[in-house]
């Protein structure tokens, strides 16, 4: 890994997968909403008031998010009312719930008051709360110095 690290000068970051992945997600509004999509939040005035963003910003994140395919927009209607939109994680959109859950965790440890976290998430069929863990493929718990940087196949040479 040492040797391979020490090349990163030659490497180009244009492919890189945590850049990419903070340009789709990478603003606090954005990521603000995809806490309250992941807590069951569907409609337009409530994820701007939740997240405390005036609606021209909720429209505009809302609507790169459904183009990013994180979120899916679906028409709903009450009766007596006009059809509305309501928003819902896509797959793609549920798969950042681990990231989500390695913010929320880092900041209750290293972001939050004395009177410690706003809320806590706990596994609903046992009780138990829930963690991010880093994890091999072969199921072991892998601490921060036991972690392996290889070249993967989208590496570009400068």
Request: aromatic residues 6%.
């Amino acid at each position: 890994m040492t040797d391979f690290l020490e090349q990163r000068d030659a490497w180009q970051n244009s492919n890189c997968s945590i850049a990419r992945a903070i340009e789709v997600v990478g603003n606090r509004s954005t990521l603000l909403l995809l806490r309250e999509a992941s807590f069951g939040t569907r409609r337009f005035d409530d994820f701007a008031r939740r997240v405390g963003i005036s609606e021209p910003v909720a429209a505009a994140r809302l609507k790169q998010l459904v183009a990013d395919g994180l979120l899916e927009r679906r028409p709903y209607r009450q009766p007596g009312q006009r059809t509305r939109d309501e928003y819902l994680l896509t797959r793609k959109g549920q798969e950042l719930l681990p990231v989500l859950t390695a913010l929320r965790q880092w900041g209750d440890a290293w972001a939050a008051d004395e009177a410690g976290p706003s809320v806590r998430v706990e596994h609903h069929d046992c009780g138990a709360a829930v963690h991010a863990r880093l994890r091999c493929a072969a199921g072991h718990d892998v601490p921060p110095g036991e972690i392996d940087v290889l070249p993967g196949p989208g590496l570009l040479r400068a």
